[in-house]
Structures are given as C-alpha cells and as structure tokens.
C-alpha cells in the first residue's frame, strides 16, 4: 500500500518526536513523507500539485503535533484549499473515496490528561471527531489514530525510537 504522509511540523528541527518519526518513515519503501512547512514556509500552496499528488497513494496520513486541540496552520489551510467541493467532496468529489486516512499526532501532555475528569477534560477520540468527520465527508476510511502522549516530559532516545518503528510498522501493515 503506497503512503503518503503529510508532516505538519512549523519547527521540525527542534522537535523529537515528529522529527523522530520523519527521518524513520522515509527509510520505508511505500512511504512518501511530505513535509508541508518546508514546501510552503510563504502558506501558499499549490492545490493543483497537492491533489495530484494525494490521488497517486492508497493511504493518507496527517502527521502532526496536538496543537490547541488540532492542527497546526498550515495543516488547516491545507485541508481549507485541497479538499474542494467536487475535488474531494460533492457529487462529483470523489478523488479520496476508499483511501485509508490516520491521524498520527504526539501531545506535550500525557495520556491521563486527555481523558474524563484529566486536565484536558476530553478523550483524545473526541478531540480528533472533526478529522473523522473529514474522512467521513471525502469518502476515506477512518483508520485508529497513531498516538504518542508525554511528548513534553523527559524521554529518552530509546522510547522516541520505539515510537517511530512502531509507527513505520503500522504503515507496513
């Protein structure tokens, strides 16, 4: 299955896990790692190449940190511009039906934060509906996200290295 994984990192050189995970993913032989912020640091995307390359992969993968309970910006103007009425959705908006999308996202807070009654005060399948309803609205199949929470503690290398090769062995799947 060809992968195409769509990085939304705005400082992917300070982060560990994203960054972690990007360098293991490009070693994999199915997957395309597409890194948004170094394509378009001016947010001016080109939509015509971003569909063109989105209907070449059988999965797709939003690869980002949890900010502000969601996507960082340029994610969001991606879906905003990319993902257009008869494109993506409509009647005739059926470029993305019967592909597998993940979300792949990494939290500063620990799992016991994104639950009932923890600090954040929702499960994190609550806060990643509007991605579900996405799926559900280009005809992509909703597959169980791809977690790392506790980004913000101390990790060693060990346990980010764990996390990006169970990560690429998701995608082999």
């Known amino acids: ?13 300070s982060s560990r896990i994203n960054k972690a995970w990007a360098e293991r993913l490009k ?6 790692v597409h890194d948004l ?4 640091p001016d947010f001016k995307i080109d939509v015509e ?13 939003f690869q980002f940190p949890f900010y502000w309970y969601s996507s960082p910006a340029l994610l969001k103007e991606w ?8 494109w993506a959705y409509g009647s005739k908006g059926t ?20 639950q009932e009654g923890g600090y954040n005060r929702y499960p994190m399948n609550n806060l ?17 996200p ?3 929470q506790g980004a913000g503690g101390e990790l060693s290398e060990k346990v980010i290295q764990d996390s990006a090769e169970s990560y690429a062995q998701l995608l082999r799947q």
């Open 1 to 13: 299955m060809k992968t195409l994984v769509i990085l939304a990192h705005p400082n992917l050189a």
């Open 27 to 32: 070693k994999e032989e199915n997957v395309y």
């Open 37 to 40: 912020y170094a394509n378009y």
């Open 49 to 61: 190449k971003e569909q063109e390359l989105v209907v070449q992969f059988d999965r797709i993968v």
């Open 79 to 86: 879906q905003d511009v990319v993902l257009t009425y008869g």
């Open 95 to 114: 470029k993305l039906h019967g592909k597998e999308f993940i979300v792949a996202t990494s939290t500063g807070g620990p799992a016991e934060a994104y």
């Open 128 to 144: 990643l509906l509007p991605f579900q309803a996405t799926a559900n609205l280009t005809g992509m199949k909703f597959q169980t």
């Open 146 to 148: 791809f977690l790392f």
